[in-house]
């Protein structure tokens, strides 16, 4: 179980890091919803893998998982992906006004005539 | 227990949904709700400062959930000091925003500055490291709307990358988090600086991790080297006003970077020597040597003032990472004056715009309104240069007197003063091209469509700012006392930890039947 977690935290973090390294709009944005998968599952997971435990208090249950990175987690889902939504709504909008989806700036064409 | 100590956060939080809703189409109603709130603002953050200046601490608990396990909102002397920073920046820049027009230029800019003031405002008073993470979101949200504002293709684009940039910035933040809980096991700033202190130092491999994440988070949130990318673009393409706000933005980092690495990962913890003055100090001085180099190379004058705002963060790093009382005190004199400096040269520029219709730095005829303009410039370059007489030159100096405990003094001090001349010459030289040798030049031929006369109010915002600065100047005795009672206070956070933690509120208690 926590080899499987683990692993796929690390898969996804990579997978991200990667499409985010590419710096056009379109894989940059997957790259970064990779991420956050791969963070809502790490911060799942921050408070111990507990299976088949209850996160609220009852009288005929021992075992609990911790309640409280799972309300991290509702926070951190609904900012990423608003966030998500931003940045693909701008993107969009940078790319049909200058057909262009690179992130990165691109150098500024050298005046020839030389500064005073 | 005091409610006013949450007000700076509901204020905006209510008026800004106020101001979308019943003053949609009206943006005469939207500047006198916008202003009202921010002058209130003013009053409460004063009143806060002045109720905190004995070096008490007030905190407010959501709930009355007591505190590792509610949500507290705290104030002692840094971040009443912060909040009062910000919301006289936000009245000026709101000032000048609605002098110059930019506020009617695109929809909603009342509305998403309340925002922006809600989150920086709670960034600085919150007591929970999970809530810095939402505010800081709440914050970036409405600084994605306001960078965008009145549209345009080149702004987009840099907004695209700024977006992208503080998203991934937001994952570390997350991963961060994650970390320090599964470690410790709460998020209470408070409750973690004491938990901290209780892990073995060989177990301490995830808290160290977490320790590096979050400075990374507050780097990037800072502009510090190599996590500056981001601001040069945004904030030379942001609209003027907006650009002169998010100078406090770069100190809410620095804020963050104080608070966590003095309370929670304090200087002499085993678990994270090394971090301040291995990493961060050589940063922060590569920071200042890039910023003011880029000073000298900018093109284009909204890029030299964003290139002087990474330097001048370099300059409050530098002061930070020394990790002294001293070197804290200098650094936040040296925030509240770098602040001021940035939003005036970012303003300024605008005037430039708005009188010649752009920024270029080449040689064209005089602008309109150049002698006022040129003066305001002329003052603005040596308050961010740092030359006598104004605020910067004695917060340098604070830093370099603060820099003689340091090992690295001759490196901070040939680094400071080279790059202090570095700026001068970036600055002479944008000065004298925009509006010296504009002289030289006759009138141009065709008439250039947009240019017009800045407006009245558009001074008055500038001129407020730096009589701010000229006061900050004349008073520096005072708040450098100030400052340093600050950082005494900062440097024995026990009043902090108990006033949070010791104080009884509501705790839950199991019940029957669920």
Do not use: C
Not at chain 2, 344 to 366: E, I, K
């Amino acid at each position: 179980m926590e080899l499987l977690v683990a692993s796929a935290i690390g898969v996804m973090t990579a997978g991200g890091i990667y499409l985010v390294l590419r710096l056009r709009t379109f894989p940059v944005i997957l790259g970064i919803s990779l991420l956050t998968y791969a963070v809502n599952v790490f911060l799942f997971s921050s408070g111990r893998l507990t299976i088949g435990a209850p996160p609220v208090l009852s009288d005929d249950v021992t075992t609990y998982t911790d309640p409280l990175p799972q309300a991290l987690v509702l926070t951190a889902i609904v900012i990423s992906f608003g966030m998500t939504a931003v940045a693909v709504m701008i993107g969009l909008g940078a790319f049909l006004g200058s057909d262009d989806d690179h992130i990165d700036d691109q150098p500024e064409p050298r005046e020839t005539e030389g500064q005073p | 227990m005091t409610h006013w100590i949450v007000a700076p956060i509901i204020l905006p939080a209510l008026l800004a949904p106020l101001i979308v809703l019943a003053a949609r189409y009206h943006i005469g109603i939207q500047r006198v709700f916008s202003v009202a709130g921010v002058v209130a603002l003013i009053g409460l953050a004063a009143g806060l400062a002045w109720q905190v200046s004995d070096g008490s601490v007030i905190y407010y608990r959501l709930g009355d959930w007591a505190a590792p396990f509610g949500i507290v909102v705290v104030g002692d002397r840094l971040s009443t000091l912060m909040i009062l920073l910000t919301s006289v920046l936000a009245l000026f820049v709101l000032l000048y925003a609605i002098g110059s027009g930019w506020d009617d230029r695109g929809r909603h800019f009342h509305a998403l500055f309340q925002f922006q003031l809600m989150g920086i405002l709670g960034a600085f008073l919150t007591g929970d490291l999970f809530n810095l993470f939402v505010f800081f979101e709440v914050l970036l949200i409405a600084s994605y709307g306001l960078m965008i504002h009145a549209g345009g293709d080149a702004r987009l684009r840099a907004g695209i990358q700024y977006v992208l940039f503080n998203l991934i910035g937001s994952t570390l933040f997350l991963f961060a988090l994650g970390a320090i809980y599964a470690e410790t096991g709460t998020l209470n700033m408070a409750d973690l600086a004491e938990r901290v202190q209780l892990i073995a130092p060989e177990e301490t491999v995830g808290i160290r991790v977490a320790a590096v994440l979050l400075l990374l988070v507050f780097a990037i949130k800072a502009a510090l080297v190599p996590l500056h990318f981001w601001l040069p673009s945004s904030y030379a393409e942001a609209p003027a006003p907006v650009a002169a706000f998010f100078a406090i933005m770069t100190k809410v980092g620095a804020y963050a970077i104080i608070r966590v690495y003095t309370m929670i990962f304090p200087p002499d913890l085993e678990v994270t020597s090394g971090l301040h003055d291995v990493w961060l100090l050589p940063a922060a001085l590569v920071s200042l040597a890039i910023g003011m180099v880029g000073v000298l190379a900018a093109r284009k004058l909204d890029r030299l003032v964003a290139f002087s705002v990474i330097g001048s963060m370099g300059m409050v790093i530098i002061a930070i990472s020394l990790f002294s009382p001293a070197g804290i005190a200098a650094a936040l004199y040296y925030i509240v004056h770098s602040t001021f400096a940035g939003a005036v040269l970012f303003l300024v520029s605008d005037l430039v715009r708005t009188g010649r219709g752009n920024v270029d730095l080449t040689t064209q005829a005089p602008m309109i309104g150049a002698v006022l303009t040129a003066g305001m410039f002329f003052a603005g370059a040596i308050a961010m240069a740092g030359l006598p007489p104004l605020s910067g030159f004695l917060g340098k100096l604070l830093v370099l007197e603060a820099a003689f405990e340091s090992d690295l003094m001759v490196w901070i001090w040939v680094i400071v003063l080279s790059s202090s001349l570095i700026s001068i010459l970036g600055f002479a030289r944008a000065g004298s091209i925009v509006f010296w040798k504009a002289h030289g030049v006759g009138p141009s031929e065709e008439p250039v469509a947009d240019i017009e006369s800045p407006a009245t109010l558009s001074y008055v915002a500038v001129g407020g700012l730096f009589t701010l600065l000229t006061l900050h100047t004349v008073f520096a005795g005072q708040v450098h006392g100030y400052t340093t009672s600050i950082a005494t206070q900062l440097f024995a956070p026990d009043a902090y930890i108990s006033t949070v933690l010791d104080t009884p509120g509501k705790l839950s208690k199991p019940q029957d039947g669920h």
